[in-house]
């Protein structure tokens, strides 16, 4: 009987060992930044390039809008035409000051000199382009964007234009009442009341399937709350940004519930606008491939968190 203990508490702890060295190995290493990736290029400077502004830094506009962007010569001039417009236009012209960060991941299409070129054709606008000596994932672009961003409100958006920009006012009303005098907060625009349209409906079935695989999921790991943790369009203000973004460990698509794990652990306030969207031909997401990676990240999340090997701290309060 004795043994019998012995030996099943000895099995149990190498199961333990095992599935903890398993998660130090699934887990993704360190994002690591260098240093041509603190520089931008743009219009004013397209050679030479010059240094960023750091998240630790007091704001220097009123809004960034961080763009990741992989391969996106062809969508990315769209989105950028009506992004422009909008922020340009006569309502919000003299309201409300911008810079636009393209993150370009590691592309082998060009898209950086196709930035410039664009940056040519808005010279009135500050529109800057960063190039990662490497592909991250979506999750490690935008990462690296918000690290570098000087806006007093930072807006995650795709390179496709999938997400209305005229939907961002909608996000900054919200977040001035949930966030009042640049308190911490997130806006997520979400496609949560679309489910039932066409925009969702005429997806491929894998699409469908992997959508509803994900919200399942969401609700064992602790982000059921939210009804659309994946739409490309989340507004975060400089306070918030300044907590998730140095702790965000996944370079992954799954990026986004990472951080909205983290914000429910840091007590940071979300809220959930919906917003229009259209499906936008192009996507690089390999569903299948997705759905297993997806599930992988997660799990990896979660177990470091629980363990304590990865931690949200709040910050501390300053000392008078």
């Not at 750091?54 to 704001?59: C, G, K, Q, Y």
Request: charged content about 20%; hydrophobic content about 45%.
């Amino acid at each position: 009987m004795d043994q019998t203990f012995i030996y099943g508490g000895l099995a149990l702890i190498g199961i333990s060992l095992f599935l903890y060295l398993a998660l130090v190995f699934w887990s993704p290493a360190p994002m690591i930044t260098h240093d041509s990736e603190k520089k931008y290029r743009s219009h004013a400077s397209p050679k030479i390039p010059l240094p960023l502004t750091r998240l630790t830094d007091p704001s220097t506009v009123n809004l960034t809008i961080v763009v990741p962007a992989y391969n996106e010569t062809e969508r990315l001039p769209v989105m950028m035409a009506s992004t422009i417009a909008h922020l340009t236009s006569p309502a919000l012209k003299d309201k409300r000051t911008f810079e636009i960060l393209i993150i370009d991941d590691g592309s082998t299409d060009g898209t950086a000199d196709t930035v410039l070129r664009l940056a040519a054709e808005y010279p009135q606008c500050d529109i800057r382009v960063v190039t990662l000596e490497k592909n991250l994932g979506k999750g490690g672009g935008v990462r690296h964007g918000m690290l570098y961003a000087g806006g007093e409100r930072l807006l995650m958006a795709d390179a496709d234009g999938a997400s209305r920009i005229e939907d961002l006012e909608e996000l900054w009303k919200a977040m001035d009442e949930l966030g009042p005098t640049n308190a911490p907060a997130v806006v997520v625009g979400s496609r949560a009341h679309l489910v039932k349209s066409d925009a969702v409906v005429k997806r491929s079935l894998l699409r469908n399937v992997l959508m509803y695989g994900l919200h399942t999921i969401l609700r064992i790991v602790g982000v059921g709350h939210i009804r659309d943790t994946q739409c490309g369009f989340k507004l975060f203000s400089r306070s918030a940004a300044q907590q998730l973004f140095p702790v965000q460990r996944l370079p992954t698509w799954i990026f986004d519930v990472e951080l909205l794990l983290l914000a429910k652990q840091l007590g940071i306030p979300v809220a959930e606008v919906p917003i229009e969207w259209h499906e936008v031909a192009g996507s690089k997401l390999n569903v299948m491939a997705a759905s297993l990676q997806m599930l992988r990240d997660l799990l990896i999340v979660r177990a470091n968190h629980l363990l304590g090997r990865w931690k949200a701290t709040p910050p501390k309060a300053k000392s008078e």
